[in-house]
């Protein structure tokens, strides 16, 4: 994954003390994060990359999804209490920003964005649901 990223040119990178240690910078840190100068660094085995949600979105749709890219996904496309959007004024929604404001979508439309079938998608949906991690809510047609 890291040779993905320094690939793209988001990160570059080298490896330390045999291998057993990353050593990352995030390239135009600046140019995304304007409000933030300062360093960040992470405790062991835990941590967050800070890449601006265009780049994100662009990584989970540049190859078939994992359920954590999936989750990923629809963490970073969660809208609340934003007015132009449907039904956020209750609770979060993911809403993909297609400029509409509603925030409903098909499987069909999931399984395209996430590279999976629609089965698939239904079936990771329905498994996150069940673990509390994203409620799903059905309306008339074929829309969540």
């Keep these: 994954m890291l040779d993905t990223l320094q690939k793209q040119h988001l990160i570059s ?39 601006p949600v265009s780049v994100a979105l662009e990584l989970v749709s540049s190859a078939r999804c994992s359920e954590m ?21 209750v609770g979060p929604v993911a809403y993909f920003r297609n400029g509409t404001g509603n925030p409903l979508v098909s499987y069909t439309e999931l399984s395209c964005r996430w590279g999976l079938s629609r089965a698939t998608v239904c079936r990771i949906l329905k ?10 809510m059905s309306f008339p047609g074929r829309h969540l």
Excluded at 69 to 80: G, M, T
Excluded at 127 to 136: Q, T
């Design 127 to 136: 498994k996150l649901d069940g673990l509390g991690y994203i409620s799903i």
């Design 69 to 89: 890219d999936i989750v990923l996904d629809l963490w970073v496309s969660a809208v609340y209490n934003d007015t132009q959007v449907q039904g956020s004024e």
């Design 13 to 51: 990178y080298t490896l330390l003390g045999r291998g057993n240690v990353v050593k990352y910078k995030i390239l135009h840190w600046a140019r995304h994060n304007s409000a933030l100068e300062y360093n960040a660094p992470c405790q062991k085995d835990t941590g967050f990359f800070f890449l």
